[in-house]
């Protein structure tokens, strides 16, 4: 039971390029999220999704997708990647009966 | 808009000191309360959580923390530090019936021997 893992680690883009961030969980959870995490600003939220095949805007959705084909998985692509958009990315999942998040190690970001 | 405060942006104690973290919240309805920690290099953690029954609830590594409805506070507590104290900690809430929770912006504790 590997929990919440996330690929890849590190990563650096030239503006203007794309990626996916790569997130799976193997413990059945319905519910992911996606964070990012900037210094001295907190979590913000950027998608959630509720199962495979819904998904919803959070609180900094500009800039990003996502897909939910998968209980398991939750990518979440930069299509024009911004140095606004150099952070720490979190992933996270839980289940329908609880509201505790397990998170991902994150990924490590830098738009240059 | 709903959101989360901690004071308290860097706090730096020796080892042995005792420990309180601020957390207020804005929301007036029914709320769920997280603490998580995140170490140096890693994820984040679940530290403890309030969801009802008694107000003070104990966490993980002597953490304790309490709920004071009146006052919109959940702080953190921690009777004596240990340098392997030294983390990030975020407070974090759940208002009810929403599947979201709403982060403060953290506090870094250094905590030297």
């Known amino acids: 039971n590997a929990g919440v893992t996330q690929t890849p680690k590190f990563r650096i883009l030239k503006i203007g390029q794309s990626m996916t961030l790569q997130c799976t969980q193997d413990?059945?959870?319905?519910?992911m999220y996606w964070y990012r995490q900037d210094p001295g600003m907190g979590l913000k939220l950027i998608y959630y999704s509720v199962g495979a095949g819904i998904t919803d805007k959070g609180e900094v959705p500009n800039g990003y997708n996502v897909s939910r084909s998968t209980t398991e998985d939750f990518p979440l692509r930069l299509e024009l990647a911004a140095p606004s958009q150099t952070s720490v990315y979190f992933c996270?999942?839980?289940?329908?009966?609880?509201?505790?998040?397990?998170f991902g190690p994150g990924t490590r970001l830098t738009v240059l | 808009a709903q959101s989360v405060s901690q004071h308290n942006h860097h706090v730096i104690l020796s080892e042995a000191a005792s420990l309180e973290l601020g957390c207020n919240y804005s929301y007036g309805g029914t709320v769920n309360l997280f603490w998580y920690v995140q170490y140096p290099g890693q994820h984040l953690q679940l530290l403890l959580k309030?969801?009802?029954?008694?107000?003070l609830v104990k966490g993980i590594k002597g953490f304790e923390a309490e709920f004071i409805k009146s006052k919109f506070s959940f702080n953190l507590r921690k009777p004596s530090v240990q340098w392997s104290d030294t983390a990030e900690y975020f407070c974090a809430v759940n208002p009810y019936n929403t599947d979201k929770l709403i982060f403060g912006t953290g506090t870094r504790l250094q905590v030297f021997p």
């Open positions: 996270a999942s839980k289940t329908e009966y609880t509201d505790t998040q397990y």
């Open positions: 413990m059945n959870h319905n519910y």
């Open positions: 309030y969801f009802s029954g008694d107000p």
